[in-house]
């Protein structure tokens, strides 16, 4: 199956830092998502992006998918903003099978 | 409200005693799947739904059974549920699946085999 890989594992930052999370595939995607998974466990959309770039606030996201890579921007970072980050995909030629990343662990220090 | 529900949301069983975790979704989508999530592995899908009656396997389909009887409902089932079984279960659902669309989560359940 498709090879999805995340960057860094664990981020640690300073309330108000900006970060920029990773996510790497190794195939062609129908389909890209981002979820924030808060410490209570609910995994949150953030971002619906199989190419092109998307703004929500103080998120953003980008995804090169000729490159076949897709980045998480997080500006003036909160505690709230804690979590685990997941990119998931779709393959092209199974597009109804999900692989997930293994996660960026943010912790955001006030 | 559009939501996917899932229950239970907390389950402790021990090994061998049949467990059925239901799913239901209100947004009409036609695509519903159930993932796990174990530490450091990110969530595995284990089996999706194109349709009714309509199912497949994804990458950690052994010991569990789903079906699609109605277009709203997807349950999994346990039939004899075993110690490594012991995991965070989620279900989602999606308008037409990985061509388009979001996948959205239920809130999850998460069970433990003794």
């Known amino acids: 199956g498709i090879q999805v890989e995340q960057s860094p594992p664990d981020l640690i930052l300073q309330e108000g830092a900006n970060s920029t999370l990773r996510c790497n595939f190794s195939?062609?995607?129908?389909?890209l998502q981002w979820f924030h998974q808060n410490p209570w466990g609910q995994l949150i959309n953030l971002f619906y992006i199989p190419s092109g770039t998307k703004q929500n606030g103080r998120l953003s996201a980008t995804t090169v998918a000729t490159e076949r890579y897709s980045l998480l921007y997080i500006s003036s970072s909160q505690t709230t903003d804690s979590g685990v980050y997941f990119c998931?995909?779709?393959?092209?030629?199974?597009?109804?099978?999900?692989?997930f990343g293994s996660g960026t662990k943010l912790n955001v220090k006030p | 409200e559009a939501q996917v529900t899932q229950n239970p949301r907390y389950l402790i069983t021990v090994t061998g005693k049949k467990l059925t975790v239901t799913c239901s979704q209100n947004?009409?989508?036609?695509?519903m799947s159930w993932y796990r999530q174990d530490p450091g592995l990110g969530l595995r899908q284990i089996y999706y739904?194109?349709?009714?009656?309509?199912?497949d396997k994804g990458d950690v389909p052994e010991g569990y059974k789903v079906s699609r009887k109605e277009k709203r409902n997807f349950p999994l089932i346990l039939e004899s549920p075993s110690p490594n079984q012991t995991s965070l279960y989620f279900c989602?659902?999606?308008?037409?699946?990985?061509?388009?669309?979001?996948?959205?989560f239920g809130e999850g359940s998460r069970l433990t085999v003794l």
């Open positions: 739904s194109m349709n009714v009656e309509v199912t």
């Open positions: 195939d062609s995607v129908n389909n």
């Open positions: 947004m009409n989508h036609e695509y």
């Open positions: 989602a659902s999606s308008i037409l699946g990985g061509s388009t669309g979001e996948l959205f």
């Open positions: 998931a995909v779709a393959i092209r030629y199974n597009f109804n099978k999900f692989y």
